[in-house]
């Protein structure tokens, strides 16, 4: 498991460098223009390089064969499918509506307090309302997404 999980991060930051790197280069974004996108990308591989080296560390360490077994069993079906729920959410009920009651109900579902759950929420839809609908000036699609 250690094996696919390193492998996925080394993945993951290939791919962020890829487009970084297509977007400068390639396309020929401005830094100005890519300085958003360059920040969420550093963020990105420092926190691939922390999991790399936190996976790495404990590569030798003693672990239970039970936990060994295959992710994609029933509770990993189940955690799968919950993410994916992310998607009819937005598209039925909006960016704006969508995303924050999804983060509500998946992380009172994943063990948090509902009050916190509740002020993510409302944290989350401030944020794409300021962001990007105020600031940005993104239209955001209709509710029922058509």
């Not at 691939?48 to 360490?61: C, E, N, P, Q």
């Not at 077994?69 to 499918?81: E, P, S």
Request: hydrophobic share 60%; net charge positive; proline share 5%.
């Amino acid at each position: 498991m250690r094996r696919a999980e390193i492998g996925f991060s080394v993945f993951l930051g290939c791919f962020t460098l890829l487009w970084l790197t297509t977007g400068l280069l390639v396309l020929g974004y401005t830094p100005l223009v890519m300085r958003l996108p360059l920040l969420a990308g550093a963020f990105t591989l420092v926190m691939l390089i922390g999991v790399v080296i936190g996976f790495a560390g404990t590569a030798g360490s003693a672990h239970d064969p039970a936990q060994a077994t295959v992710w994609l069993n029933k509770a990993g079906l189940n955690r799968l499918f919950g993410l994916a729920s992310i998607l009819p959410a937005a598209i039925l009920l909006g960016y704006q509506l969508g995303l924050p009651l999804f983060l509500a109900v998946y992380l009172t579902l994943n063990g948090l307090n509902w009050k916190r759950s509740l002020f993510s929420a409302v944290m989350c839809g401030l944020l794409i309302e300021l962001v990007f609908v105020r600031i940005l000036q993104v239209s955001m699609p209709a509710p029922w997404g058509f």
